[in-house]
């Protein structure tokens, strides 16, 4: 796997995953922050790439 | 008189309950957490932390060696070099074992040598906020 979109989205998760289980102690919770995590992670990457690319494409 | 049970998913969160679970000093939490990703939360009887710690930053530490990533050396002439190594050394044994293994030579012309780099570096700073989370935990601070 050597796509941008694909590396990224696989840090993503696992900045998530270990985000949400260090930050809250019950499982549902954990499960819910590192979702969101993930969201604003990509998300915003996705949004910064947008920007870039009208910016300065 | 009926004892209150105890959940079976529930990870102690109060400091009593971490000092309940916890047969661990704070400096020998720090060092523990250091060396094995995750051992100290287990010890503190976190298993179920534990067990996401050292998969997710085992995980992540191969990937970016299987992504051609360098463990870089201690080289103070370039600082930046010298951040990313003492990132990559706050992963404890994985990185001492990779060293011996004569892993993360790093390949500069892969494609992928950036991205392994950054799996590298960004394991080793997620090990030191769960180094001072066990920290916390072996304290007793509760955490919000």
Redo the contacts between chains.
């Keep these: 796997m050597t796509s941008h979109l694909g590396v990224m989205i696989l840090l993503a998760a696992c900045l998530a995953v270990v985000f949400g289980v260090l930050l809250r102690d019950e499982g549902a919770d954990q499960g819910r922050l590192s979702v969101r995590i993930f969201v604003a992670l990509v998300g915003g990457a996705y949004l910064l790439g947008w920007i870039m690319s009208f910016a300065f494409g | 008189m009926a004892q209150p049970r105890r959940a079976a998913?529930?990870?102690p969160?109060s400091p009593e309950r971490a000092r309940e679970a916890g047969r661990l000093s704070p400096a020998a939490a720090v060092v523990v957490a250091w060396l094995v990703p995750g051992a100290a939360h287990l010890l503190l009887g976190q298993a179920?932390?534990a067990l996401?710690?050292f998969v997710?930053?085992l995980?992540?530490f191969g990937?970016g060696l299987g992504?051609g990533g360098r463990l870089f050396p201690f080289q103070l002439s370039d600082p930046l070099v010298f951040l990313a190594a003492a990132a990559e050394w706050a992963l404890g044994l994985p990185r001492v074992v990779a060293a011996f293994l004569d892993a993360g030579q790093g390949n500069v012309v892969s494609?992928?040598y950036e991205?392994g780099n950054?799996?590298l570096i960004?394991a080793g700073l997620?090990n030191t906020?769960?180094v001072l989370?066990a920290r916390d935990l072996a304290l007793g601070r509760a955490?919000r």
């Design positions: 998913k529930s990870e969160t179920r932390k996401v710690f997710v930053l995980a992540m990937i992504f494609p992928t991205y950054t799996f960004a997620l906020l769960i989370d955490r």
